[in-house]
T-cell receptor
Framework: DVKVTQSSRYLVKRTGEKVFLECVQDMDHENMFWYRQDPGLGLRLIYF???????EKGDIPEGYSVSREKKERFSLILESASTNQTSMYLCASSLWGSVYGYTFGSGTRLTVV | GIQVEQSPPDLILQEGANSTLRCNFSDSVNNLQWFHQNPWGQLINLFY???GTKQNGRLSATTVATERYSLLYISSSQTTDSGVYFCAVDADYKLSFGAGTTVTVRA
């Protein structure tokens, strides 16, 4: 089974800090995604990547950046954390053109105080 | 982008009851998936169903692509079915999610 591993389950950071959320997948998937989940809003796409060093903005990229230096790793960066970025962050990966869909990590619950 | 609407937002069931969750989407899609998010936050893919009907145990799903909706059926519900069910559609290789239906099954 594909595994998508997120480095932290819970994270508490201070306003203004630079925050890194890490995601690693072990099945050579081309596509990787970062979503945030908020009550009543479902999952919203922040950024995604189709290949190493490639990135595309999703629906809510403001305040975030990403890095994909290796195929298996996709990092989400909050340059200056704010309280409105308190949320659950979910990473996912998928094989290009796969009919089997996406695999998600177990999420990182980030609290910015 | 594509709009995805799920109904109802919340559902409370007695164990053993049947239920239907609905997902409407605003445009043609390549892919539609149903996910279950368990109380620990893990999203599990239930069905990949861009069209037609599929069944997996007590769960089944039907997508009518021409009318832009999908239905998820839960039969003989169990407490382990509790959680949030998401519908997600893919028109350009990235998933757009609905807001989810929170299902609570009471013993």
């Amino acid at each position: 089974d594909v595994k998508v591993t997120q480095s932290s389950r819970y994270l508490v950071k201070r306003t203004g800090e630079k925050v890194f959320l890490e995601c690693v997948q072990d099945m050579d998937h081309e596509n990787m995604f970062w979503y945030r989940q908020d009550p009543g809003l479902g999952l919203r796409l922040i950024y995604f990547s189709y290949d190493v060093k490639m990135k595309e903005k999703g629906d809510i990229p403001e305040g975030y950046s990403v890095s994909r230096e290796k195929k298996e790793r996709f990092s989400l960066i909050l340059e200056s954390a704010s309280t409105n970025q308190t949320s659950m962050y979910l990473c996912a990966s998928s094989l290009w053109g796969s009919v089997y869909g996406y695999t998600f990590g177990s999420g990182t619950r980030l609290t910015v105080v | 982008g594509i709009q995805v609407e799920q109904s109802p937002p919340d559902l409370i069931l007695q164990e053993g009851a049947n239920s239907t969750l609905r997902c409407n989407f605003s445009d043609s899609v390549n892919n539609l998936q149903w996910f279950h998010q368990n109380p620990w936050g893990q999203l599990i893919n239930l069905f990949y169903i861009p069209s037609g009907t599929k069944q997996n145990g007590r769960l089944s799903a039907t997508t009518v692509a021409t009318e832009r909706y999908s239905l998820l059926y839960i039969s003989s519900s169990q407490t382990t079915d509790s959680g949030v069910y998401f519908c997600a559609v893919d028109a350009d290789y990235k998933l757009s999610f609905g807001a989810g239906t929170t299902v609570t099954v009471r013993a």
